[in-house]
């Protein structure tokens, strides 16, 4: 079994550290970790960056989604038109 290091990550380990931050679930020791890894290593440093221009693209997209009830409305239609098929 390998040992692993106190302080220093694996790149997979930090791109799963960066993708928990991403949604506010990272530990404040894995983001001091993740970036510890930042300042040294060009992949890591990619994929953070990556990371959040995709975040920034999402929160100032102009997408809008169902309400539950349209949502809801659409289902029951659907369900409909099945029923109506099937007789």
Known sequence: MKNKSFLFISCDEA???????????????????????????HITRAYVNRNKKLTKAV??????????????????VFHEELEKQHH
């Open 15 to 41: 791109k799963h550290i960066c993708d928990k931050a991403q949604y506010n679930e990272a530990t404040t020791w894995e983001k001091f970790k993740l970036n510890l890894r930042y300042l040294w290593c």
């Open 59 to 76: 929160k100032s997209s102009k997408i809008t989604c169902l309400k539950n009830s349209e949502k809801q409305q659409l289902k029951e």
